[in-house]
């Protein structure tokens, strides 16, 4: 079955531990990101990958990194999260992000609190 | 990042009822999206839009492109229970590819 897939669903911890969620695809597409999604606020994207070994900030890139060494797999990372990083992420991909008629798939989303 | 205003924020509605809801933006846009979210999964595509003026449908949904490029709207008649959740909108630009800039969507409750 075509998917993203996002681990882990749900994760806890704290101010300043490191973290990495991970995200697959199995589509073979060249075109990896990801976002957050808070109350009021929509989808805001953090990262996106055009391709292996190319990535570049979305809208709110602060306190995350990413990496594309790989064209299935975009871990998110978080070097020393914050309680402002409490939020629901989401990883998607498409065939490439620079044809219009090349839609978004989602995961199914990674619901992260930091205390 | 661009600005999308997407309206109304939420919706609670009969069943049977028709639904509307539209997206406007201060930037041009190249393509339209309308995705759904249902509870606890991420966003699906309902329907892609991609030349201005475009009436596209899909089932019980329809949604336009704006003439102007800065707005797009999504209907939904004769209301289900299934469509509750929430409904987002999403422009994608020439000028910025790879950055799909989401509205903060519109949640949708239906009462039977």
């Known amino acids: 079955e075509a998917q993203v897939t996002q681990n882990p669903r749900y994760l806890i911890t704290v101010t300043g531990k490191k973290l990495t969620v991970t995200c697959s695809q199995n589509?073979?597409?060249?075109?990896m990101s990801w976002y957050r999604q808070d109350p009021g606020l929509g989808l805001r994207q953090i990262y996106y990958?055009?391709?292996?070994?190319?990535?570049d900030k979305g809208d709110v890139p602060e306190g995350y990194k990413v990496s594309r060494k790989e064209k299935r797999n975009f871990p998110l990372i978080l070097e020393s999260p914050s309680p402002n990083q409490t939020s629901l992420y989401f990883c998607?991909?498409?065939?490439?992000?620079?044809?219009?008629?090349?839609?978004?798939?989602f995961g199914n989303g990674t619901r992260l609190t930091v205390t | 990042g661009q600005q999308l205003n997407q309206s109304p924020q939420s919706m609670f509605i009969q069943e049977g009822e028709d639904v509307s809801m539209n997206c406007t933006s201060s930037?041009?846009?190249?393509?339209w999206l309308w995705y759904k979210q249902d509870p606890g999964e991420g966003p699906v595509l309902l329907i892609a839009?991609?030349?201005?003026?475009e009436l596209t449908s899909n089932g019980r949904l329809t949604a336009q492109f704006g003439i102007t490029r800065k707005d797009s709207f999504l209907n939904i008649s004769a209301s289900i229970p299934s469509d509750v959740g929430i409904y987002f909108c999403?422009?994608?630009?020439?000028?910025?590819?790879?950055?799909?800039?989401f509205g903060a969507g519109t949640q949708v409750v239906v009462t039977p």
């Open positions: 998607a991909s498409s065939l490439s992000g620079g044809r219009v008629n090349s839609p978004l798939h």
């Open positions: 589509m073979n597409h060249e075109y």
């Open positions: 990958s055009m391709n292996v070994e190319v990535t």
């Open positions: 930037s041009i846009f190249n393509t």
């Open positions: 839009l991609y030349k201005a003026g």
């Open positions: 999403a422009g994608g630009s020439t000028d910025s590819w790879g950055k799909l800039q």
